[in-house]
Structure formats: C-alpha cells, structure tokens
C-alpha cells in the first residue's frame, strides 16, 4: 500500500534533516500507529506520503489514489462558521468531482451521525465533529485512511467511540489506516502495529513486539 526507500527530508533543504534515509512499508489492511516525541516529524511524514510536501530525496509509493484525510479536528476548521454537516461534505465532494447525491447519507450513515445531517457543524462536541470529519474523509470509498491525532481535544467517552469506529473500518471494510497519535493507550488497543519516530529514523513493530520492547527499556 504504502512503499518508501530512502526517504531523507528537511524544510531548509539542508542538514539537519527531520527524517534521514528512512523506509518504511505499509501493506494493504494494515492499522498502523505513528508515535514519537513531539517534533520528531510525524506529522511531517503524512504530509509527504499525502503528496503536500516533497522528497529532498528518496521515494514514496501509495499503490493507491483513493485517500482520505482527517487532520487534527483543532486545525481542520473554525467551528463558528455557519455551515451545515450536508454543506460541509457536498463542498468535499465538489473537489472531487463526486456527483453521488446518496454519498452524503452513506458516509454520515456508517459514522452513526445521519441525524446531524442538517446541523450547524459549530453546534455539535468535539466527538460529533470528528465523527463527521471522517465521514467526509469516507467520500469516494477510500482505500486508505490517514489521521493526524484522531482523538485531539476529544472526550474520553467519545474518543473510545471514534477509535471503535476506526477499527471497525479497517476490519470490516478492509481500509488501510495510518494513524499519528498522541494516545499511546489507544494505539496499542486498536492497532496492528506501531511505527516509531526517533531522531529522523523509523521502526515498524507489530503490537507484541513493541510490548517486548518498552517492557525490556522499563
């Protein structure tokens, strides 16, 4: 799904670089969980494996162009503008030149949410919000999903909640999910496994192998 070899970047263009010849592959029906320290570029990561920044070397290969992105809900958009969750999702699909009327009611429907369907998005929690941020990302029936911090500024009930939903769409509707998170608790309840970030180099471990890990640094 997602192949990278020697991927080495920085904004400056120059040393010191965020990520230093790394690789890293992604296979179709993974959950993968990104974790680090703040700074240690994994936001940066998405937004190259996204297309919204460049390589200064190396490659990225998505073998897939039906993406969905839920960035942090705090950056994603200013909850005071009067816009209904159905104005919300059409001007989604605009951009992707999706004409499917039902595709409204399908997405908002699998996210439990199809009664806000005509609400103002600025009225609804932080759980509600999300919820309906990944209803939009399900436009187009991705084949991947990418989250930056799913449960940011989420209550406890509601993040359980969002994490079931996003489990269950990898499991049963077969989405890849890559998932940056500060919920580390989260990660390793729902993920099949965990890629670490430390000082521009990257690690994949599946759920039993980081538990081994962190039990023999403790």
Same mark, same amino acid.
């Given at each position: 799904?997602?192949?990278?070899?020697?991927?080495?970047?920085?904004? $400056?263009?120059?040393?010191?670089?965020?990520?230093?010849?790394?690789?890293?592959?992604?296979?179709? +029906?993974?959950?993968?969980?990104?974790?680090?320290?703040?700074?240690?570029?994994?936001?940066?990561?998405?937004?190259?494996?996204?297309?919204?920044?460049?390589?200064?070397? +190396?490659?990225?290969?998505?073998?897939?162009?039906?993406?969905?992105?839920?960035?942090?809900?705090?950056?994603?958009?200013?909850?005071?503008?009067?816009? $209904?969750?159905?104005?919300? !999702?059409?001007?989604?699909?605009?951009?992707?030149?999706?004409?499917?009327?039902?595709?409204?009611?399908?997405?908002?429907?699998?996210?439990?949410?199809?009664?806000?369907?005509?609400?103002?998005?600025?009225?609804?929690?932080?759980?509600?919000?999300?919820? !309906?941020?990944?209803?939009?990302?399900?436009?187009?029936?991705?084949?991947?999903?990418?989250?930056?911090?799913?449960?940011?500024?989420?209550?406890?009930?509601?993040?359980?909640?969002?994490?079931?939903?996003?489990?269950?769409?990898?499991?049963?509707?077969?989405? $890849? /999910?890559?998932?940056?998170?500060?919920?580390?608790?989260?990660?390793?309840?729902?993920?099949?496994? /965990?890629?670490?970030?430390?000082?521009?180099?990257?690690?994949?471990?599946?759920?039993?192998?980081?538990?081994?890990? $962190?039990?023999?640094?403790?």
């Amino acid at each position: 799904m997602i192949h990278i070899k020697d991927l080495t970047f920085s904004y $400056t263009g120059s040393p010191p670089y965020l990520l230093y010849k790394i690789n890293l592959n992604i296979e179709k +029906g993974a959950y993968v969980s990104i974790i680090g320290e703040n700074g240690s570029a994994k936001t940066t990561l998405i937004k190259l494996i996204l297309g919204l920044l460049h390589p200064l070397k +190396g490659t990225i290969h998505v073998s897939t162009k039906k993406i969905g992105y839920v960035p942090q809900m705090m950056e994603t958009f200013n909850s005071q503008f009067p816009i $209904t969750v159905s104005e919300l !999702i059409k001007c989604h699909m605009k951009i992707l030149k999706i004409k499917d009327k039902a595709s409204v009611d399908r997405c908002l429907n699998i996210m439990g949410m199809s009664k806000f369907k005509n609400s103002l998005i600025g009225n609804l929690s932080g759980g509600q919000r999300q919820k !309906i941020f990944i209803a939009r990302a399900l436009i187009g029936h991705p084949d991947l999903l990418i989250f930056d911090e799913p449960s940011t500024g989420i209550d406890i009930p509601s993040q359980k909640d969002i994490y079931k939903l996003i489990s269950n769409l990898n499991r049963n509707s077969s989405i $890849t /999910i890559l998932s940056v998170e500060h919920n580390l608790k989260a990660a390793l309840e729902n993920s099949s496994q /965990i890629c670490t970030i430390d000082s521009g180099n990257i690690s994949l471990y599946n759920i039993e192998e980081y538990k081994r890990l $962190t039990a023999l640094k403790n």
